[in-house]
């Protein structure tokens, strides 16, 4: 069961997708689902994530944590000191909002409602 704050998924950059999903599956046997030329997803490996061809440098692990009440969770994130990168937006399968931490780390926050 998924938790608020608690971590939920990991998307890595990878500007060469099929040979980074190809390593993947012959080092350790994980399967994907794609998403795009652009987007690979992988569940079932500890924590659930993806591969993401980056656009701009230089890409960076993303960590995204869950939200039941995906507005409450923005409005605490403000409240203790995270700075909103991204406004709340829809991607298949759910919402989310990205934000910087007081140390500038980027995280996101998501809602499959």
Not at 1 to 7: F, L, P, V
Not at 18 to 38: I, M, S, V
Not at 47 to 75: Q, S, T
């Amino acid at each position: 069961m998924r938790e608020d704050g608690k971590i939920d998924y990991v998307e890595w950059p990878a500007a060469d997708l099929p040979a980074t999903k190809g390593f993947y599956e012959k080092a350790f046997g994980w399967t994907f689902t794609d998403y795009g030329p652009d987007y690979a997803a992988f569940d079932g490996q500890g924590a659930d994530g993806g591969f993401f061809r980056p656009e701009a440098a230089p890409p960076k692990p993303l960590v995204i944590l869950y939200a039941h009440d995906l507005e409450a969770m923005e409005a605490r994130v403000t409240a203790a000191g995270g700075v909103i990168s991204t406004p709340i937006f829809s991607f298949p399968g759910g919402r989310r909002f990205h934000f910087t931490d007081p140390a500038g780390n980027e995280l996101a926050v998501w809602s499959e409602t």
